[in-house]
């Protein structure tokens, strides 16, 4: 990436900085900085971005593995993260997604000899955008059927999301799924408690 920077010529680093720069820095980059001093910056963000982006990596490789370590049903038996970015006016914001698979016990056909499992899929969503504030959406995907929470911790979204709730549960029907809850809070969802549970770092003393 550094050498194709320095390969850049001045019309086309200074178009890219005008882009790119924004994006990485949250802010518009002075329009007398030199071409050097635009392309150290460049290397250096995105150096520092692609560190993030691995230790990020790293780390949901390690909390997609943990879950399948035990067998207790209060974790997920699989874990995925994903982070997509989206485009908000001018700037960049992410939306973060994680998708959960647990296998519980299917009441129905489960009996005292035998215990049927069945898969549950669990999708939280969240994003922070200037005028909608933090917003979650907990789905929850289980035997052909639906449940939904949302969050709002800005009491105009809430208000809002709260208007459009049935119109969205009958959008939902219409489309031929079952839903069995719907609902809208204020604040935030509560911490999940499938984190790691062990160090990253092993120290012993």
Request: one cysteine or more; aromatic letters at 8%.
């Amino acid at each position: 990436m550094a050498t194709i920077i320095k390969n850049l010529n001045n019309t086309h680093l200074k178009d890219w900085a005008a882009q790119l720069l924004p994006i990485l820095m949250g802010k518009t980059p002075q329009k007398d900085l030199s071409i050097k001093t635009l392309r150290t910056q460049l290397i250096a963000l995105l150096q520092q971005h692609a560190y993030q982006a691995v230790a990020k990596i790293q780390i949901q490789q390690l909390q997609s593995l943990q879950p399948q370590t035990t067998q207790s049903t209060d974790y997920p038996q699989q874990s995925w993260q994903i982070e997509i970015p989206i485009r908000y006016q001018h700037d960049i914001h992410l939306l973060q997604m994680q998708i959960e698979r647990y296998w519980i016990d299917d009441k129905e056909k489960s009996t005292e000899q035998k215990r049927e499992k069945v898969k549950q899929w669990r999708i939280m969503l969240n994003f922070d955008l200037p005028v909608v504030g933090h917003f979650y959406a907990q789905l929850i995907w289980f035997n052909q059927q639906l449940s939904a929470t949302l969050w709002a911790e800005k009491s105009d979204t809430l208000k809002l999301a709260k208007e459009k709730m049935e119109n969205l549960r009958t959008k939902l029907q219409q489309e031929g799924i079952t839903v069995t809850q719907l609902d809208c809070l204020p604040g935030a969802p509560n911490k999940p408690q499938n984190e790691i549970q062990y160090s990253l770092i092993d120290v012993k003393t």
